[in-house]
């Protein structure tokens, strides 16, 4: 008895094409993950509506009357700065929470954060911006350097493994377990109450105004440096860790292998291939531990009283302005979402395999 | 005809147990805990540790450097700075183990069905962690501690449990989804198993080493968080810890005038303490990854022999006393 | 007797990017008890689909799978009973057992599950499966890592068998093994078929061993159905052009002796 035949497929799909997910490489100009970056400005703004809405329910959770008998201490507010407080601070309850809600958003996007009771009854956001470059300035640069430095020494140490710079990372953990403040505060009884090679605190001297001549910047650097540096050297050791680690997974794959067989110099593999695959992780690390640097950044700014955001919620803490916590609260969380951005832009700029559809 | 088993080891229950616990066999396991161990220890038996009340006031003996009545020296109204530190290690740990204990259940429960659970219910756990993982929680807890007057120690940890518990969920969720797809996962599901033994027998013991990580990992954070928030006077000064006394030093000028016998124990206890958890977990980072253990002593092992691990022409050596042979 | 009825099965599966992937096609056959039926491709023609829907880790797109003459349940204590009734045992032994767990674990689990004997019969019952596989009693304590590819096989088998099954479906059980050890476990799984009577559904791409162990054999290729019949009409006189060249394909060392006495003849 014969088998029973049934005839082939005429349109065969293409199991190459169908199977894998590679596309084909276009040359010239980079393509754009648009998926990805989509997908991700959707995070971000289901983020920043989260961000906005927990603003919006803390005061009303606090003890209704704290919030009161702070309005009502402060005699001089104007009748409309008044009401935007209330909207703020959840003291509007004649109206329903949803409409609150929309108040609260109506506020918000016309740039009306309440004013601040702490500076004279100056709008938040003014307050706020003059702090703002100072955090961003040290933050900014402090990472970078800490990033940078931490990101190569990593790659060293992980490429000359067992060697003596081996030793290196158990000092650079111990460092980084170190809470900031302290490090910090150390810093300061060394450096400038006993060396005095840097003042105590401040973003600049006693008597200066802010202005663009080199006196002034080279006050910002002297009195900048002993936060930036603290900074630093507590934040090494995790990107040196990460970097070390990856490193070490990536050296033995066989690409790796294949490089250095086909004569590639030690200093090309290391950075041309070995190095430049573990960094792919750090970066993405990097965007995690943004909201962590932001964190640590504050606690700096404390402890050398410098006049940037993080002083500036310590100081209205202790004094409960509630409007001026809130605003900081507010645009922290933005500059860290936008860090984030930056960050997954990067990323898949960088990273060849988010650049491919459906992958 | 039977199979033949040549195995060497016998398996009992007791080795089985010892397996379990294998992550933490290694030296720098091994030190880590002893360190914590000591802190855990001074903290439980602190009232007979430390030789005086740490608020017993002693006019007579204000700011004095060490000595032996005082092996830490004092404080500004002479308090004995070595009781308060053993005192303060109470706190301490208490809220850094209970604090890392609400962070790791929440981290399991929504990490682990977020990984095992596909399509929009998977995708709503993790836009949830990435919400906590993004937005900064030190401005948060900043913000929500001042709301409370005297906070108990629980509400500390509580707090500071819901903020970090994210990057263990976003960990566990990454294993648990590359768990899903193995095959005995497949069979499980196949031989009808229900969802909550899947997860609770036949994955959890295998994300142990994780979750013992995260763990870790957690209660530095919670630590580091608590005497922060102390030391900025955040939290109450009421409560003893090694943060509060740094802000009383701090208050008092101590950094200023060189008083290092009450700024530098408290300091040194939390770095400490921060070292003997970061020896655990890279006990169990190479427990976990064994590329990392055997990296180092490979490439000390070639060096021994006269060659460089990143050579990479294998080099042949020259000094062979065999005869060559055809 | 007509034990599982495979009624025109269409699964399609969306791959995001890629459009859609029809990974069976109308597929149709009927498996006896007693009986075996070989199912014979390459990669990605659909084997493995087949048996993701039987086991309902997946479920189909279109058309019936139907034991006992009535349609698999989806959900509830009727899809308990299907599930008991079907087991699989998978192509990978160091992945398809939990590092984790002892032997004894992976055996006792599908009898407590099922209830297939009362509690204080389940250390005999887990001692008779081992025999069964030729297992010695001391490999109940064992962890997977502890024992050899073969012998792992050996625990998945006896994991299936545990809940009293009326049907195997094996997907590709020996091409992770050792060539050496293959054979003793198919021999096993024939043997265990024949004195439980079970339906056997074996997935493979060798068609050596397919010939040998099945009765009946389905050729997919590309999701689709493209030569059946009983196995040696299948091999042995393949009809379509597709079976034909996976016959060409395997190497025959019958015709390769016989191209070298053809030479040594012909430079005589």
């Known amino acids: 008895m014969n088998a029973i035949q049934t005839p082939l497929h005429t349109e065969d799909y293409d199991a190459l094409e169908v199977g894998t997910t590679a596309t084909t490489a276009s040359k010239g100009s980079v393509r754009v993950p648009w998926r990805f970056l989509g997908g991700r400005a959707l995070f971000y703004a289901f983020t920043l509506w989260a961000a906005v809405t927990i603003n919006f329910l803390l005061p009303r959770l606090m003890k209704g009357d704290a919030v009161s008998a702070y309005l009502a201490r402060n005699r001089n507010i104007s009748p409309e700065a008044a009401d935007g407080l209330r909207a703020l601070l959840g003291l509007d309850t004649d109206k329903s929470l949803f409409q609150q809600y929309i108040d609260y958003w109506s506020l918000l996007v016309r740039g009306d954060l309440g004013v601040s009771l702490l500076h004279g009854l100056r709008p938040v956001t003014e307050v706020i911006s003059q702090a703002l470059p100072w955090t961003i300035g040290l933050v900014g640069f402090a990472t970078i350097v800490s990033f940078a430095i931490g990101t190569i020494a990593g790659a060293i140490v992980g490429w000359r493994r067992g060697s003596r710079l081996d030793a290196i990372i158990p000092i650079t953990t111990f460092l980084s377990t170190i809470p900031y403040f302290w490090l910090g505060l150390l810093a300061i009884a060394l450096f400038s109450v006993n060396l005095r090679w840097f003042p105590i605190g401040k973003a600049y001297g006693v008597g200066w105004s802010p202005e663009l001549s080199f006196e002034f910047i080279g006050q910002v650097i002297h009195h900048g440096f002993l936060p930036a540096m603290t900074i630093v050297i507590a934040s090494l050791g995790g990107w040196v860790l990460g970097m070390r680690n990856m490193m070490l997974t990536v050296l033995d794959e066989d690409y790796i292998t294949v490089a250095q067989a086909k004569g590639m110099t030690n200093r090309r593999v290391l950075w041309g291939y070995a190095a430049r695959n573990a960094v792919l992780p750090q970066i993405q690390s990097f965007a995690l531990s943004i909201g962590f640097i932001v964190g640590g950044t504050i606690v700096m700014e404390m402890v050398f009283s410098y006049p940037g955001v993080g002083k500036l919620l310590l100081d209205a803490t202790n004094a409960k302005d509630y409007a001026l916590m809130q605003g900081v609260f507010l645009v922290i969380t933005l500059s860290v979402l936008v860090a984030n951005i930056l960050a997954d832009v990067a990323y898949a700029f960088l990273d060849p395999r988010t650049r491919q559809t459906g992958a | 005809m039977t199979a033949p088993l040549n195995i060497i080891t016998r398996s009992t229950a007791r080795s089985r147990f010892g397996a379990a616990f294998a992550m933490f066999r290694n030296r720098k396991s091994i030190t880590g805990l002893s360190i914590l161990g000591f802190f855990v220890l001074v903290a439980i038996f602190a009232d007979v540790l430390a030789p005086y009340s740490p608020t017993k006031v002693d006019p007579t003996a204000r700011f004095q450097a060490p000595s032996f009545e005082h092996w830490l020296g004092t404080t500004h109204i002479g308090e004995d700075v070595l009781s308060q530190v053993i005192h303060g290690t109470r706190g301490v740990i208490v809220v850094g183990f209970l604090a890392a204990i609400i962070a790791t259940l929440i981290a399991i429960i929504v990490g682990v069905i977020s990984g095992y659970l596909s399509g929009w219910r998977s995708e709503a756990l993790s836009a949830l962690t990435n919400v906590f993982l993004v937005i900064p929680g030190l401005p948060l807890i900043i913000i929500v501690a001042s709301m409370f007057d005297n906070p108990p120690l629980f509400v500390i940890a509580a707090v500071l449990g819901l903020i970090g518990w994210a990057w263990g969920a976003r960990v566990l969720r990454a294993q648990t989804m590359s768990l899903r797809n193995r095959d005995f996962i497949q069979a499980a599901r196949a031989n009808g198993e229900p969802l909550r033994r899947i997860i609770a027998v036949e994955m959890l013991p295998n994300l142990m080493a994780l979750i013992a990580a995260s763990f870790v990992g957690t209660v530095t954070a919670a630590i580091l968080g608590l005497t922060t928030l102390s030391y900025i006077g955040v939290i109450p000064v009421t409560t003893y810890n090694w943060g509060t006394i740094l802000n009383w030093a701090s208050a008092q000028g101590a950094f200023r005038q060189n008083q290092w016998w009450w700024y530098l124990p408290p300091g040194l206890c939390i770095a400490a303490i921060g070292v003997a958890l970061s020896l655990i977990n890279f006990g169990i980072d190479e427990y976990v990854n064994p590329r990392l253990r055997s990296a180092g002593e490979r490439a000390r092992a070639m060096k021994k022999k006269g060659l460089n691990i990143n050579d990479a022409v294998t080099a042949v050596r020259t000094n062979t006393t065999t005869k060559e042979t055809r | ?268």
């Open chain 3, 1 to 268: 007797m007509t034990l599982l009825e495979f009624d025109s099965v269409t699964k399609v599966y969306s791959v995001r990017g890629a459009g859609q992937i029809k990974a069976l096609d109308d597929v149709s056959f009927t498996l006896e008890s007693g009986q075996t039926i070989g199912v014979v491709g390459q990669s990605g023609s659909g084997k493995s689909t087949i048996a993701k829907i039987l086991t309902q880790l997946e479920t189909a797109t279109s058309g019936e799978v139907r034991l006992d003459g009535r349609p698999i349940p989806r959900h509830g204590s009727g899809l308990r009973r299907y599930r008991q009734q079907l087991r699989m045992v998978f192509q990978d032994p160091f992945a398809s057992l939990n590092p984790y767990h002892s032997v004894r674990h992976h055996i006792e689990r599908p009898l407590r599950l099922d209830q297939v004997v009362p509690r204080d019969e389940l250390k005999a019952e887990v001692r008779r499966l081992l025999e069964r596989v030729q297992l010695p009693i001391s490999a109940a304590d064992r962890r997977p890592h502890e024992l050899s590819g073969g012998q792992r096989q050996r625990v998945a088998i006896a994991r299936a068998l545990a809940s009293r099954p009326k049907i195997l479906v094996a997907d590709e059980p020996v091409s992770m093994l050792d060539v050496s050890i293959r054979l003793g476990v198919l021999n096993l799984l024939s043997d265990l078929q024949r004195e439980e009577g079970l339906g056997v559904l074996y997935i493979t791409h060798d068609l050596a061993t397919a010939r040998h162990f099945s009765n009946e054999i389905i050729v997919l290729n590309q999701g689709r159905i493209v030569e059946r019949g009983t196995a040696d009409d299948v091999i042995l006189r393949p009809s379509h052009p597709y079976t034909q060249e996976l016959r060409a394909a395997s190497p025959d060392p019958e015709k390769f002796f016989a191209s070298i006495s053809d030479a040594e003849g012909g430079a005589r």
